[in-house]
């Protein structure tokens, strides 16, 4: 599992990607990109989801890491992984979706936030397991789940910021998913590219401090 999560480790910071059309969020993945953050994961509340992001990895390749997120049914993990998702985040746990995630060979992000559905998650055997809304406990309740699960993989998603980035990171997460503070939906709506790449730019001042 481990080599399975080397690109997630290493990137850090998966942006979570929602935007009201194929081209507004092909330009928001570019601002981000641009700042610093390779990480895109396209939502699949996105129009054309699969068209962005084999659109995205046409132009990357390796140089960044695109996956799809809030896929919620079996189709849409078929549709991401045919064009060329490198992981599919849900932002649940429901057993058929999950074996349908697995089947597809990508790396599988699934949503939990109690202990019962974090094991369940692991029970699956998804690579990461995604805390959501990470918001309502905080970095204290990430270090808490450290506790029976020392070894789980955790990406924090909901309510990550640069400023608290370090405190995640300290209790534990493998990777963060960054929403609104990162991928900032008005600005994407009003194509504010610059606000984009600058917040892109603060999350990877704050992802290189923390890894000194």
């Known amino acids: 599992m481990s080599d399975r999560l080397d690109r997630a480790r ?3 910071i998966l942006a979570v990607l929602r935007a009201p059309s194929p081209e507004l969020a092909l330009e928001a993945s570019e601002a981000i990109i641009r700042g610093g953050v390779t990480g895109i994961e396209v939502t699949f509340s996105t129009p054309d989801a699969p068209a962005v992001i084999r659109e ?3 132009r990357h390749g390796d140089a960044a890491y695109i996956g799809a997120g809030t896929v919620t049914t079996p189709e849409q993990a078929a549709l991401a992984a045919d064009a060329g998702a490198e992981f599919l985040v849900s932002p649940g746990t429901l ?9 597809t060979g990508r790396v599988v992000m699934t949503g939990a936030m109690t ?3 974090v094991m369940g998650a692991l029970e699956l055997g998804v690579d990461v397991v995604k805390i959501f809304p990470a918001s309502l406990g905080g970095p204290s309740y990430l270090g808490a789940l450290r506790g029976p699960f020392p070894d789980a993989p955790l990406m924090p998603t909901g309510g990550v910021s640069p400023d608290n980035l370090a405190a995640w990171f300290a209790a534990g997460a493998v990777a963060v998913g960054a929403g609104g503070d990162l991928a900032n939906g008005a600005s994407i709506t ?3 590219w610059t606000d984009i790449e600058q917040r892109a730019a603060r999350f990877t001042a704050a992802l290189a401090a923390t890894r000194g």
């Open 10 to 12: 290493t990137t850090g």
């Open 56 to 58: 995205l990895i046409a």
């Open 95 to 103: 057993p058929a979706l999950t074996r349908s995630m697995l089947d």
């Open 115 to 117: 202990p019962t559905e």
């Open 190 to 192: 009003a194509s504010d």
